[in-house]
């Protein structure tokens, strides 16, 4: 059974730095992971994703996070820079079996969910 829980929300200051970790289990190679988050009264977004050949950004975070897979296996991280104030929400997690390029932002292409992390830029 595939289990997402994420770590490193927090409160941060304009232009500050985070870096979000997803610990995964029980899922195979196969499976893309991706960051998404929903802000209140919005739609959940796609933030950023990785599968085994690439990664793709939402236009509103490129240059400023980057995904990566850690040394041990199935972590996946979003280190996010110069932060924004509208860049608060709640960042989730998502592991999708073959999703193909074109769909990796979609939240709906994404079957399992971590319960998500706080993120609050203010100063």
């Known amino acids: 059974q595939v289990q997402l829980v994420e770590s490193g929300g927090g409160l941060v200051q304009p232009g500050g730095s985070l870096r979000l970790s997803c610990a995964a289990s029980?899922?195979?190679?196969?499976?893309?992971i991706g960051w998404f988050r929903q802000a209140p009264g919005k739609e959940r977004e796609g933030v950023a994703c990785?599968?085994?050949?690439?990664?793709i950004y939402a236009d509103s975070v490129k240059g400023r996070f980057t995904i990566s897979r850690g040394n041990v296996m199935n972590t996946v991280y979003l280190q996010m820079n110069s932060l924004k104030p509208e860049d608060t929400a709640v960042y989730h997690c998502?592991?999708?079996?073959?999703?193909?390029?074109?769909?990796?932002?979609?939240?709906?292409?994404?079957?399992?969910w971590g319960q998500g992390t706080q993120v609050t830029v203010s100063s």
């Open positions: 990785i599968d085994n050949h690439s990664t």
């Open positions: 998502a592991a999708g079996l073959l999703v193909v390029y074109r769909a990796l932002l979609r939240p709906n292409s994404y079957n399992y």
């Open positions: 029980g899922f195979s190679l196969n499976y893309a």
